[in-house]
């Protein structure tokens, strides 16, 4: 996913695999096997000893091992050692993918790894879960959302974060979701009809952050991929933003202290990649509509994708019998349709996630050429709000952390594929400025 965004708008690219899978773990089933560390770093400096390593920019996600994270960061160091006389020509985006929705998916070893590697990084993407688990601070109110992200960039001195997915409860004392940032439904508690990106570019002389928001409605289906789309976008309008804002020669391509937030590199690019992914992900929605009619017109039967949802229903009541002589008859045709339920529910599930496979190449012109649509804003927190959260927002102990639920290290739900991907030097984008018109 990646690589491919990247080479169809204008970029050489050198691509690592952290795994070689027959399908994105979406599917919930696979084969394949995982990259180890020391394979990662021998593929390095095959590149290395045929002085193939001129690259622009590194982007990495995810790395199914510490020993893999590890190596990643021994990459990034070394490339930023051949570049440091000549600052703002090298600049590592690392999607520190460990997990999601309160759990993590990598073994618990990967997140110390992580955290030892953070210092080297000019741009971090984590998620919300992500986010909080690097700070150790639980994120529960914009306050602490603040107090996070401005943890990371003191401590870890981390330039650039955006936070690509962000979800608060209404019922918080200080909600994202508040009546400034315009929810198009607040009536509904059960679902978000919006997400929120939220960005920041520290301070270059005091490391305060400089935080932005941008509000994207909510698409009800699941994507696998999206991370890795981002991720892949914002690589090439960020560096694209940086060259017209004349800080391609600047250290991490910090922005002056007088810019404001909503005028950073980073929202700016950011604009660009989540208007152009929202078009294409309403493409993809659509033409999974349009193979769902299909196939209920071909006898598939109905629901999303073809499997009628009274299908759930079959069995039911079976074995609720009065005669003993019929029980032991009814109790086997009761697990017979479980399994037929089963199996259903399953080949459904396959048909979705298909048919939900982000559309690219047909949408290339999207990815190229698709144009702003949603802005960013000034991130504003009440001051009285963040005096009385103040308490709860003070990092845990490491040791708090090896209590997290942890599902072993396998990859539930998010895709893995081409996740150390770098742009060759010297070859500038060919895209066209996307049209920043408002309908």
């Not at 598939?300 to 019929?326: C, P, S, W």
């Not at 009440?382 to 599902?407: C, H, I, V």
Request: hydrophobic share 35%.
């Amino acid at each position: 996913m990646a690589a491919f965004v990247m080479q169809a708008l204008g970029c050489d690219v050198a691509s690592l695999n952290t795994v070689h899978y027959s399908n994105h773990t979406g599917y919930g089933q696979w084969t394949g096997t995982k990259t180890s560390g020391e394979d990662v770093r021998s593929l390095y400096n095959g590149l290395k000893q045929s002085s193939l390593t001129d690259f622009d920019m590194m982007l990495t996600g995810y790395a199914p091992s510490a020993a893999v994270v590890e190596a990643v960061g021994y990459i990034a160091r070394d490339l930023k050692l051949m570049n440091t006389t000549k600052p703002g020509s090298f600049f590592w985006v690392l999607d520190s993918v460990m997990g999601d929705q309160g759990k993590l998916y990598v073994s618990p070893e990967v997140v110390p790894a992580y955290k030892q590697i953070l210092r080297d990084a000019d741009l971090i993407l984590p998620n919300q879960f992500e986010l909080q688990t690097l700070s150790s601070i639980e994120i529960d109110s914009r306050s602490s959302l603040e107090s996070a992200i401005a943890h990371l960039h003191s401590t870890y001195l981390i330039p650039h974060i955006l936070v690509t997915s962000v979800s608060l409860p209404k019922s918080t004392q200080n909600p994202l979701s508040s009546s400034s940032y315009s929810s198009t439904n607040d009536t509904d508690s059960t679902s978000p009809t919006t997400l929120f990106i939220i960005g920041s570019t520290y301070s270059p002389q005091t490391h305060a952050p400089r935080i932005f928001s941008i509000e994207i409605p909510y698409l009800p289906a699941f994507f696998s991929g999206t991370g890795d789309m981002l991720a892949a976008l914002l690589v090439v309008r960020l560096r694209e933003a940086v060259l017209a804002a004349g800080l391609d020669r600047t250290k991490s391509w910090v922005s002056p202290e007088d810019v404001q937030a909503v005028d950073l590199p980073l929202a700016k690019a950011a604009e660009r990649v989540l208007g152009c992914m929202h078009i294409v992900l309403e493409k993809t929605m659509e033409s999974a509509r349009r193979d769902s009619v299909v196939e209920r017109k071909e006898g598939e039967g109905g629901g999303f994708a073809g499997v009628d949802d009274d299908d759930a229903n079959v069995g039911a009541g079976i074995g609720n019998t009065d005669d003993e002589k019929m029980e032991g008859s009814a109790v086997k045709e009761g697990d017979e349709d479980e399994s037929k339920v089963k199996a259903a529910s399953k080949a459904k599930h396959l048909r979705e996630t298909k048919a939900l496979e982000i559309k690219l190449v047909r949408n290339i012109a999207d990815l190229r050429e698709g144009a702003v649509r949603y802005w960013a804003k000034e991130f504003k927190i009440n001051t009285d709000d963040a005096n009385a959260d103040e308490a709860d927002q003070k990092p845990t102990g490491a040791d708090d952390e090896a209590g997290m639920a942890m599902e072993g290290d396998e990859v539930e739900g998010k895709s893995c594929e081409d996740e150390i991907t770098e742009p060759k030097s010297g070859k500038k984008e060919s895209v066209e400025k996307a049209d920043e018109s408002v309908d």
